[in-house]
């Protein structure tokens, strides 16, 4: 695959030796040509800054970003305006429409800064609108439409242009729930339908888990993991990546649903993480297999009372990920439970009379 952006140890610090604060603290990774790519992570965490370092609007402190083997950090003048004209669209979290044109006339102003010619500037709106489905807002203002209809008009001025890479940054926060999956919707048919590259920022899970293919997850200006979608969602290997994670992966319970599952349930109560397929660590090749996947077997291998009492799965990409919380009880359960665990994940949170405290139950789990 061919690289299309490449960031190498790039660093953004702001203030001065007595006040310096490291917005973004040398990180590096790339995303290949046709990807759709979001990096997450909390307030504060540097996503922002580092989308600003790749659109240029903030010169990086050091490092370098290249885009299609050219690196932008060097350029200044007509040659930094050019670039941004001719390689970057972005979408706003604000939609950033002017009330005063409408749909049509936004969506044109992107090709007027571009210095397109008049004549063809019509037929490019136009084909955009199309391929968007946004035809019936041309003709509104702003005012007119709404929270979906700017951001898709906001979408259409952003591919106008033919960008090889559109920015998104937190494109669909602003937006109710609906709305915000029909935006997805758009989006990922521009990533697979027009071959566009998108590097999106957000703090939303939920986004992450249905539209991206890579994650980079940022934490106090670093990028502490990054890979496939699915592999972060299914094994995420640093705190902050798990705490993420449980905002949006169904099944693990929470300590007062375990409280009461012990005051309803004497026998062993056994969270079982659910994970299709094995997760390649891209960094050490190490391998985390599946997990959940023989418990109907080994429950009857061992005669085993089996009673589900919580749990959720999800998918990533397609590839199922959750969790299942069982009370497990009858003779055996001990050696059930030390098998359950070498072909699986497992939280034991024990039995009602012999407890495991929640915070032991999944840091031993590997879960906090």
Excluded: W
């Excluded at 997450?40 to 490092?63: H, P, Y």
């Excluded at 409408?102 to 084909?127: H, M, S, T």
């Excluded at 094994?235 to 992966?249: C, D, G, L, M, N």
């Excluded at 359950?340 to 929640?358: E, H, K, M």
């Amino acid at each position: 695959m061919e690289k299309l952006l490449d960031i190498q140890h790039m660093m953004k610090y702001y203030g001065n030796k007595s006040s310096l604060t490291k917005a973004v603290d040398d990180i590096s990774f790339s995303v290949e040509k046709g990807e759709f790519t979001a990096v997450m992570g909390a307030s504060g965490s540097g996503k922002t800054t580092l989308l600003n370092c790749i659109s240029t609007i903030d010169r990086v402190t050091g490092g370098h970003i290249l885009v299609e083997g050219k690196d932008v950090t060097r350029l200044r003048g007509r040659s930094l305006s050019k670039f941004r004209r001719e390689k970057l669209g972005f979408i706003f979290q604000d939609f950033n429409l002017l009330d005063t044109l409408n749909g049509f006339d936004n969506i044109a102003l992107a090709l007027q800064i571009q210095n397109e010619k008049p004549a063809r500037i019509p037929g490019r709106v136009e084909d955009m609108a199309q391929k968007l489905n946004i035809r019936e807002v041309l003709k509104k203002y702003p005012y007119q439409m709404s929270g979906g209809q700017k951001q898709r008009v906001g979408i259409a001025r952003a591919l106008a242009t033919n960008p090889k890479i559109l920015l998104a940054d937190e494109a669909t926060s602003a937006l109710d729930p609906e709305t915000t999956m029909e935006v997805l919707s758009l989006l990922r048919r521009v990533n697979e339908e027009l071959g566009v590259t998108i590097v999106l920022i957000t703090h939303q899970m939920n986004v992450v888990q249905q539209i991206a293919n890579r994650v980079a997850v940022m934490s106090s200006g670093k990028v502490v993991e990054r890979g496939d979608v699915y592999d972060v969602f299914a094994a995420p290997r640093q705190k902050v990546t798990k705490r993420f994670i449980s905002t949006a992966v169904s099944g693990i319970p929470e300590k007062s649903r375990v409280e009461r599952l012990h005051a309803q349930c004497p026998g062993h109560i056994v969270t079982v993480l659910i994970r299709q397929h094995d997760v390649t660590d891209t960094v050490d090749g190490s391998v985390i297999g599946a997990s959940g996947q023989n418990i109907s077997q080994l429950i009857a291998e061992h005669g085993i009372h089996s009673s589900l009492q919580y749990g959720g799965i999800d998918t990533v990409r397609g590839v199922a990920i959750g969790a299942i919380t069982y009370e497990f009880s009858g003779d055996g359960v001990d050696a059930f439970l030390a098998e359950l665990a070498r072909n699986s994940d497992i939280i034991d949170f024990g039995t009602a009379d012999d407890q495991v405290p929640y915070e032991q139950a999944l840091a031993t789990a590997g879960q906090e």
